[in-house]
Structures are given as C-alpha cells and as structure tokens.
C-alpha cells in the first residue's frame, strides 16, 4: 500500500505491453477479483475493458492500437 499512487504498476504495464507490441501480440488479458478495485482502476487507466461479472474479472487490452 505504500507504493500505491506512485505510477508504478502503470509503468510496468506500458513497458510490457510495449514488448508484447514488439512481438506482434494484439492483445493481452489479466485475471481480478471483483473485490480489487485499486487492480480494476489500474486496469481501466491503462485501456483495459471489463467483462461482464461472473465472479471474476478478466480485463482485456487491444495491443494494436
């Protein structure tokens, strides 16, 4: 928690989705709790888009953009 607020965990975001582009990946998926929300407001800062709730939350990133 002391971390939190620093754009640490959107750094590394970027700089792996940055390789992931290098690699011709278009997209990339992670796996949440819907309980999470500093994870979910990550995610969402970053371009993620949210599946409709069934327990879990996968969040998916386009790479081609």
């Given at each position: 928690p002391g971390h939190r607020g620093q754009g640490i965990g959107r750094r590394l975001l970027e700089a792996l989705f940055a390789?992931?582009?290098?690699?011709?990946?278009?997209?990339?998926?992670?796996?949440t709790d819907w309980a999470n929300e500093a994870a979910r407001r990550l995610y969402a800062s970053v371009g993620g888009r949210e599946?409709?709730?069934?327990?879990?939350?996968?969040?998916?990133?386009?790479?081609?953009?």
């Open positions: 390789r992931a582009r290098e690699l011709s990946c278009g997209e990339a998926w992670v796996l599946d409709p709730p069934d327990g879990a939350v996968l969040v998916s990133f386009d790479l081609r953009s």
